[in-house]
């Protein structure tokens, strides 16, 4: 008998990010740990030890057996995760299901299902297994670097404020505010090229965004009518905002009511591609830095399952 056939076909394998958590990780593990207990789930699990272990032990975990992973952390966990499923090629993407028990400052993912930023109530939704097949967005870089995203990516001031996010973290909640206003203030606009569905937009661009999920940049909404499964990507344009623009509609970054503004355009599309004229702006994937430039964006439709309310 193989060592995949001792696996329970619903066992679970569990990746956790220790260095999320806000630095009191050992104690949410013991909650976890109980929880999982208390619902009779079988589970093995690893730590991450590094940038992008996630990655390899999903790889691991699917080799052995393993059909369902429990990702324990932020979104850049998450983000890891989905990359190392859609980079492996044991098995179709669409045989595996994920759960998500939330720890770290930015959740954005679980906010378009309604997911509690709660151990307890998570672990409740993972134990029920009610899924839903997810389409995965594919970013290709100009080295031609392929990255995953389950929830919103994009580039330029969103990009920006991503890498200045990772000297303001220390601060918290409130750090994705610190990074918006700072890149309000520095972040430079430059001539977006934009290629979709037999389009051509040239224009000065804030930023352009790339959706499957609702909330990024800490609870921000700039996609409308978000359908998770259409096999569509919902694209934001959001033109030549300003300053004053951004201050003013602060309350509609929050609502999603920004895309309504003169200076924003969005559209719903198979494939993208975005060219910078003029600068090398940072490209961001669920609030994780993969690249400058020039950037391509197709979807994968209906290809990992997650566990949802």
């Known amino acids: 008998m193989s060592h995949i056939d001792k696996i329970n076909i619903n066992s679970w394998f569990i990746i956790a990010n220790s ?24 589970y ?3 730590f991450t030890q590094f940038s992008k272990h ?5 790889q691991n975990a699917i080799n052995k057996g393993f059909r369902n992973i429990i990702s324990v952390g932020g979104d850049g966990t998450l983000h890891n995760v989905v990359n190392g499923i859609m980079l492996q090629r044991y098995v179709k993407t669409s045989e595996l299901t994920i759960g998500v028990i939330p720890l770290g400052t930015g959740n954005d993912w679980i906010k378009t299902y309604n997911i509690p930023n709660n151990i307890e109530k998570s672990i409740e939704i993972i134990s029920k297994k009610k899924t839903i097949l997810q389409d995965i967005g594919v970013l290709k870089t100009e080295d031609n670097q392929l990255t995953y995203f389950n929830n919103v990516a994009g580039l330029g001031y969103d990009g920006y404020i991503v890498n200045k996010l990772k000297s303001l973290k ?47 940049g800490g609870g921000m ?3 409308e ?36 503004h003169k ?15 003029t600068t090398k702006p940072f490209i961001q994937a669920d609030g994780e830095l993969v690249g400058t430039g020039a950037v391509s964006v197709e979807i994968v439709e209906k290809a990992v399952n997650f566990c949802v309310k």
């Open 225 to 260: 009518n978000v359908n998770t499964s259409d096999g569509l990507l919902d694209i934001t344009i959001a033109k030549n905002l300003t300053f004053l623009d951004l201050v003013l509609n602060l309350p509609k970054l929050y609502s999603g009511k920004i895309v309504h």
């Open 19 to 42: 260095t999320s958590g806000n630095g009191d990780f050992s104690k949410q593990w013991k909650e976890i740990q109980q929880n999982l207990k208390h619902k009779n789930l079988d």
């Open 54 to 58: 996630e990655v390899d032990l999903v």
């Open 170 to 216: 220390k601060f918290g909640a409130i750090s994705y505010l610190l990074a918006g206003i700072y890149g309000l203030l520095f972040y430079k606009k430059s001539i977006f090229k934009i290629i979709f569905n037999d389009k051509v937009i040239e224009t000065n661009c804030l930023m352009a965004i790339f959706g499957i999920c609702k909330f990024s």
């Open 44 to 46: 093995s699990f690893a």
């Open 221 to 223: 909404q700039f996609t």
């Open 263 to 277: 200076k924003v355009a969005t559209y719903k599309t198979k494939q993208i591609t975005v060219i910078p004229q």
